[in-house]
Every structure is written in structure tokens, then in C-alpha cells.
């Protein structure tokens, strides 16, 4: 049974870590075995961690700190979590590196984009457009608005869909794509959803909650079973 690696959101004020089960229950039903990944604070841990894993799932949480893309925190900017962003930044860059297969959600994908050079919106809405409500906390688990996805993609590949109806649970979003990204599904309004490192065996960050899905439609559990079957590669 593969074990992938799961990334917890920690409370840096009350040092609790808490974990949605669906992540959890969406890598059971791919077969895997999920282990939190606690936080640690040097690098020899996080080698460690990356080792005895076969994948890595970053998940969403908290913003990353403006300071990983160069830029100063805005007002619009939410919390953010300054030892998760040191230890998911480098995790991802290693899980790379090793070729370990990565599913990146949420956070989890503006992590990807940020560990590979990329940038970000800080706030959509102040900073894009209006257009599409993209922080649609109201309905976590529903599909609220559709992706376009990328003809030829590995997002196409693993869903046979050309667009996904997906939930919306982000104020933030890719600005400028990470070095050697592509992109696998856009917005009605041309906002980055999903990217991917063709150059990894496997390496699909998504903006949507694809776990928050995955126990009612098929689509949105495939992400997860294609993870798992590159895990045994
Ligand atoms: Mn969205």
C-alpha cells in the first residue's frame, strides 16, 4: 500500500495541527495509506519524511507570505504561515528533484507555483477581477463555477473532460507561472485553476478542493487514484 505524505495545517499561535478528513478519506478510496507530516524545523526531517514516503499531498490552509514571490504583503493579504511556507516550499522543490509524485491543492498549488519562481495574486478581487466570486466558503463541498481544461494536459488525461465543474474555496490565485509549468485549466474569466510540471512524473497542483468532490463525482476522484497509481511507478 502507497504512503503519501500529507501536509496539516498548523495554528502557529496555538501550535495545533488540524487536517479536513476528506484529503484523508479520498486517498483511502485510492488505496493509499495517508500519514500527517509533522512540522519540523530542519532540513535532515524533511529528507527524512520525503524518503520514507511514496508521494507528497500539500494542502490548502493559511496564504504563503508575499516574501516567497518577492513582493511586500498588501492589506488585502490574509494570514499567513511562515514555518509551514519554509517547510512545504522545500518539500515540494525536493519532491521534485527526487521525482516523487506531487498533488498539490489549494495552498498546495500556489506552494508549487512559488517553489518553481512563480507569483501570486495577493487578493483576486482587488488585484484581477470581480467578475467570478472565486472565495465561495459558503459551499465548500459544491461545484460553483466551471474550468476550461487544457486540450492534451494531464488534468485532461486523468478526467476525459474538457471542463470541470468545480468548488471555489480561494481569495488568491497564480499570477505569474513557476519555471517550467504549464497550464491545465482556466476560469471563464482566464484565471489560472491548475497548472502542472510536465518535466515530473507526476506534479498536478490544482486551486479547487478536488477532495471536497470526490466522494460524489467520479472526476474529482480520479485526481486522486491517478496520484496514487503514479506512487507505484
Ligand atoms: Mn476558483
Same mark, same amino acid.
Given at each position: 500500500?502507497?504512503?503519501?505524505?500529507?501536509?496539516?495545517?498548523?495554528?502557529?499561535?496555538?501550535?495545533?495541527?488540524?487536517?479536513?478528513?476528506?484529503?484523508?478519506?479520498?486517498?483511502?478510496?485510492?488505496?493509499? #495509506? /495517508? &500519514?500527517?507530516?509533522?512540522? *519540523?524545523?530542519?532540513?535532515? !526531517?524533511? @529528507?527524512?519524511? =520525503?524518503? $520514507?514516503?511514496?508521494?507528497?499531498?500539500?494542502?490548502?490552509?493559511?496564504?504563503?507570505?508575499?516574501?516567497?514571490?518577492?513582493?511586500?504583503? #498588501? /492589506? &488585502?493579504?490574509?494570514?499567513? *504561515?511562515?514555518?509551514?511556507? !519554509?517547510? @512545504?516550499?522545500? =518539500?515540494? $522543490?525536493?519532491?521534485?528533484?527526487?521525482?516523487?509524485?506531487?498533488?498539490?491543492?489549494?495552498?498546495?498549488?500556489?506552494?508549487?507555483?512559488?517553489?518553481?519562481?512563480?507569483?501570486?495574486?495577493?487578493?483576486?478581487?482587488?488585484?484581477?477581477?470581480?467578475?467570478?466570486?472565486?472565495?465561495?466558503?459558503?459551499?465548500?463541498?459544491?461545484?460553483?463555477?466551471?474550468?476550461?481544461?487544457?486540450?492534451?494536459?494531464?488534468?485532461?488525461?486523468?478526467?476525459?473532460?474538457?471542463?470541470?465543474?468545480?468548488?471555489?474555496?480561494?481569495?488568491?490565485?497564480?499570477?505569474?507561472?513557476?519555471?517550467?509549468?504549464?497550464?491545465?485549466?482556466?476560469?471563464?474569466?482566464?484565471?489560472?485553476?491548475?497548472?502542472?510540471?510536465?518535466?515530473?512524473?507526476?506534479?498536478?497542483?490544482?486551486?479547487?478542493?478536488?477532495?471536497?468532490?470526490?466522494?460524489?463525482?467520479?472526476?474529482?476522484?480520479?485526481?486522486?487514484?491517478?496520484?496514487?497509481?503514479?506512487?507505484?511507478?
Amino acid at each position: 500500500m502507497h504512503l503519501i505524505g500529507v501536509t496539516p495545517t498548523l495554528d502557529e499561535q496555538t501550535g495545533r495541527i488540524t487536517i479536513n478528513q476528506d484529503y484523508l478519506d479520498a486517498l483511502r478510496r485510492a488505496g493509499a #495509506l /495517508p &500519514v500527517l507530516l509533522p512540522l *519540523a524545523e530542519d532540513t535532515a !526531517a524533511w @529528507e527524512e519524511m =520525503l524518503r $520514507r514516503v511514496d508521494g507528497l499531498l500539500l494542502s490548502g490552509g493559511a496564504d504563503l507570505c508575499p516574501a516567497s514571490y518577492g513582493e511586500e504583503p #498588501l /492589506p &488585502v493579504c490574509g494570514e499567513t *504561515a511562515p514555518l509551514r511556507d !519554509a517547510e @512545504e516550499l522545500y =518539500l515540494c $522543490r525536493r519532491a521534485l528533484e527526487m521525482k516523487k509524485p506531487l498533488l498539490a491543492i489549494c495552498r498546495g498549488h500556489q506552494v508549487l507555483n512559488c517553489a518553481l519562481g512563480g507569483t501570486l495574486y495577493q487578493d483576486i478581487a482587488a488585484q484581477y477581477s470581480d467578475s467570478i466570486s472565486h472565495p465561495r466558503h459558503d459551499t465548500p463541498r459544491d461545484p460553483v463555477h466551471p474550468v476550461s481544461v487544457t486540450p492534451g494536459s494531464r488534468l485532461a488525461a486523468i478526467t476525459g473532460r474538457s471542463a470541470l465543474q468545480v468548488n471555489s474555496r480561494h481569495h488568491q490565485a497564480v499570477k505569474d507561472l513557476g519555471r517550467g509549468l504549464t497550464v491545465s485549466a482556466r476560469a471563464e474569466d482566464g484565471l489560472i485553476e491548475a497548472i502542472e510540471y510536465p518535466a515530473a512524473p507526476f506534479a498536478l497542483g490544482v486551486q479547487w478542493h478536488p477532495e471536497a468532490l470526490s466522494d460524489r463525482y467520479a472526476e474529482a476522484q480520479a485526481l486522486f487514484n491517478a496520484f496514487v497509481e503514479a506512487c507505484g511507478a
